[in-house]
T-cell receptor, first 112, second 115 residues
Framework: QKEVEQDPGPLSVPEGAIVSLNCTYS??????FMWYRQYSRKGPELLMY????GNKEDGRFTAQVDKSSKYISLFIRDSQPSDSATYLC????????????FGKGTTLSVSS | DSGVTQTPKHLITATGQRVTLRCSPR?????VYWYQQSLDQGLQFLIQ???????AKGNILERFSAQQFPDLHSELNLSSLELGDSALYFC??????????????FGPGTRLTVT
């Protein structure tokens, strides 16, 4: 079983739709949970991060972490064509000598 | 623009050859991370340097090595290249390094093609 599982999609939605992106993980010791966005032919950029469990909102984006279910989500409200990208979840043990573990990414396409 | 620069953008080379990828971190960032991204494996962490010292090691092959210089730029050396090494190689940087930072700034990547 991979440490982090993410449905690759692709996910296609019309403009204005609510999008739900998800990841599951196996290591209960993960403490930081992140979402990175990667546009085509670009490097990933940090979108949001959450420490431990709970919700975090930033504009149209909401990140949720459910540690009991080992499940994280990213919700995008009022999706825009500019949201079309690959979304990568990432997790960290927050310990020296360890790395960020990334999901393979979900490709999202928002049509106008 | 993240402020992280990587050269070259594209590299085409033959099997068995050796290449060097270069990365300059954002101004003020002390940590540099190297990642490999392929369609089947996704984004895989290779190695991290903080202020010139190796801090974390991932699934980096023995044929690969890296270093961070006093001016904080970093180089990733790939030798005895195989077809399977064809991938996008990203460098990222962060201000902190211990424990590993969740807030990493990625460069535009180097696309390596091994023929």
């Amino acid at each position: 079983q991979k440490e982090v599982e993410q449905d690759p999609g692709p996910l296609s939605v019309p403009e204005g739709a609510i999008v739900s992106l998800n990841c599951t993980y196996s290591n209960s010791a993960f403490q930081y949970f992140m979402w990175y966005r990667q546009y085509s032919r670009k490097g990933p950029e940090l979108l949001m991060y959450t420490y431990s469990s709970g919700n975090k909102e930033d504009g149209r984006f909401t990140a949720q972490v459910d540690k009991s279910s080992k499940y994280i989500s990213l919700f995008i409200r009022d999706s825009q064509p500019s949201d079309s990208a690959t979304y990568l979840c990432a997790m960290s043990l927050n310990q020296a000598g360890t790395a960020l573990i990334f999901g393979k990414g979900t490709t999202l396409s928002v049509s106008s | 623009d993240s402020g992280v620069t990587q050269t070259p953008k594209h590299l085409i080379t033959a099997t068995g050859q050796r290449v060097t990828l270069r990365c300059s971190p954002r101004s003020g960032d002390l940590s540099v991370y190297w990642y490999q991204q392929s369609l089947d494996q996704g984004l895989q962490f290779l190695i991290q340097y903080y202020n010139g010292e190796e801090r974390a090691k991932g699934n980096i092959l023995e044929r690969f090595s890296a270093q961070q210089f006093p001016d904080l730029h970093s180089e990733l050396n790939l030798s005895s290249l195989e077809l399977g090494d064809s991938a996008l190689y990203f460098c990222a940087s962060s201000v902190t390094g211990t424990p590993i930072s969740y807030e990493q700034y990625f460069g535009p990547g180097t696309r390596l093609t091994v023929t």
